[in-house]
């Protein structure tokens, strides 16, 4: 059991967003680091609190700057960021597009990212 090796880590929020559940959200993490923080569920430590939180996509260390009983600013490590493929091809159907290169990185999410220059002549 993971959580029995990581006692100090808290199971993260998993969120719906645009009909998809991310494996990592910045901005989820944040509001969920804020919330932990200023309702008492982690004590806070005044001016910095560290925690970690457990993501779908991994571990993400949490630092918090506090001031009276405020989390003022959160700093968030997020998972190791990847690129996987570079110009790879794909095939694209619909609309009669046809070849489209792409590259695929990781980054808590998979994204494929797509230079527009490649459809102007």
């Not at 967003?17 to 944040?30: E, R």
């Not at 932990?36 to 939180?53: A, R, S, V, Y």
């Amino acid at each position: 059991n993971n959580n029995e090796k990581h006692s100090n880590i808290l199971q993260y929020v998993i969120a719906e967003q645009n009909q998809i559940y991310p494996l990592m959200s910045g901005h989820n993490t944040i509001a969920v680091a804020t919330t932990l923080l200023e309702c008492g569920i982690i004590p806070m430590e005044e001016p910095i609190t560290k925690f970690t939180l457990e993501a779908p996509a991994g571990l993400i260390n949490i630092v918090a700057k506090c001031h009276e009983g405020k989390a003022k600013s959160i700093t968030l490590t997020n998972t190791p960021s990847f690129v996987e493929y570079l110009d790879l091809e794909v095939h694209v159907p619909k609309g009669g597009i046809g070849k489209v290169k792409v590259d695929v990185a990781y980054g808590g999410m998979w994204y494929a990212i797509v230079d527009l220059k490649q459809f102007t002549n």
